[in-house]
């Protein structure tokens, strides 16, 4: 029986994906707790991961948002 693999990114990933620093995404987990909504796994060596899924939908719900702003 095959599964599907579950992929994970780290903080300097998803601050690239966003185009920030990975430092404002940690400063955000600090903050609030998550990043818009999507909370981070702690790994063993106590960095954040973020599943892969969680974020590419962030990013598509956002640019939603963005397009249906322009189109107002």
Same mark, same amino acid.
């Given at each position: 029986?095959?599964?599907?693999?579950?992929?994970?990114?780290?903080?300097?990933?998803?601050?690239? $994906?966003?185009? %920030? *620093? =990975?430092?404002?995404?940690?400063? #955000?987990?600090?903050?609030?707790? @998550? $990043?818009?909504? %999507? *909370? =981070?796994?702690?790994?063993?060596? #106590?960095?954040?991961?973020?599943? @892969?899924?969680?974020?590419?939908?962030?990013?598509?719900?956002?640019?939603?948002?963005?397009?249906?702003?322009?189109?107002?």
């Amino acid at each position: 029986m095959s599964q599907d693999a579950i992929e994970y990114l780290d903080t300097h990933q998803v601050a690239q $994906l966003f185009c %920030v *620093k =990975p430092q404002s995404i940690n400063a #955000r987990i600090c903050r609030t707790g @998550s $990043l818009w909504g %999507v *909370k =981070p796994l702690k790994a063993p060596n #106590r960095r954040n991961l973020f599943l @892969s899924a969680e974020i590419h939908a962030l990013i598509t719900e956002r640019r939603m948002s963005d397009d249906s702003a322009k189109a107002e």
